[in-house]
């Protein structure tokens, strides 16, 4: 099956910018999703398509995607924002119903 | 209001079986194919299982293949897991999602004697 990649942790100060990558061979066939997960709750739906975002969610967050990456954009990132991300696409290996998902990235707002 | 809910999660002894459901409300569940997501303490996100949305396809992941079932009764809005000759392996928060994004809030499953 198909793998996606991302860096384990990642850090920002208040108020800047962070990107969260991920990576592999299905993000070049189907767009990725990204998945806010906080401490004790169930993950959350923060980017889908090409940059689309649910009803909801800040317009801080924003995707993007090249080739077989990924990017997850925080611009002016707030303390609210620490949580695990998980991107998530089908499964390009073989059947396009199946999700695969990344090992998740911590973002910790210094 | 849009949401599913899990239940049936619990204590089993490894061999043992559990059945998940996942109850939908609020958006067309027959309209939309369904995933089990699992995740381990302290670990990250697993997909275990699709179903399409007539439940004429369903796919699993390789760790649980032949010992996992999923299934729809889209009449009742409602995903189930069939979860058979359960490891201390499969002991996780067990999530079910529509294929747009939305998630319910999970149930535990822990195996253990």
């Known amino acids: 099956s198909s793998e996606l990649t991302q860096d384990p942790a990642v850090s920002v100060a208040l108020g800047q910018t962070v990107r969260i990558t991920c990576q592999g061979d299905?993000?070049?066939?189907?767009?990725a999703s990204w998945y806010q997960q906080k401490p004790g709750q169930a993950p959350v739906l923060v980017i889908y398509?090409?940059?689309n975002r649910p009803s909801g969610i800040p317009d801080r967050f924003s995707g993007s995607s090249s080739g077989n990456t990924a990017s997850l954009t925080i611009t002016g990132a707030q303390a609210e924002d620490e949580a695990d991300y998980y991107c998530?696409?089908?499964?390009?290996?073989?059947?396009?119903?199946?999700?695969?998902f990344g090992g998740g990235t911590k973002l910790t707002v210094l | 209001q849009v949401q599913l809910v899990e239940s049936g999660g619990g204590v089993v002894q490894p061999g043992r079986s559990l059945r998940l459901s996942c109850a939908a409300s609020g958006f067309t569940f027959s309209s939309y194919g369904m995933h089990w997501v699992r995740q381990a303490p302290g670990k990250g996100l697993e997909w275990v299982a699709v179903?399409?949305?007539?439940?004429?396809?369903?796919y699993y992941a390789d760790s649980v293949k032949g010992r996992f079932t999923i299934s729809r009764d889209n009449s009742k809005n409602t995903l189930y897991l069939q979860m058979n000759s359960l490891r201390a392996e499969d002991t996780a928060v067990y999530y079910c999602?529509?294929?747009?994004?939305?998630w319910g809030q999970g149930t535990m499953v822990t195996v253990s004697s």
């Open positions: 998530n696409s089908r499964d390009s290996s073989g059947n396009h119903l199946k999700w695969v």
């Open positions: 299905s993000l070049r066939s189907y767009y």
């Open positions: 179903i399409s949305y007539d439940g004429s396809n369903k």
């Open positions: 398509g090409k940059n």
């Open positions: 999602a529509a294929n747009y994004g939305l």
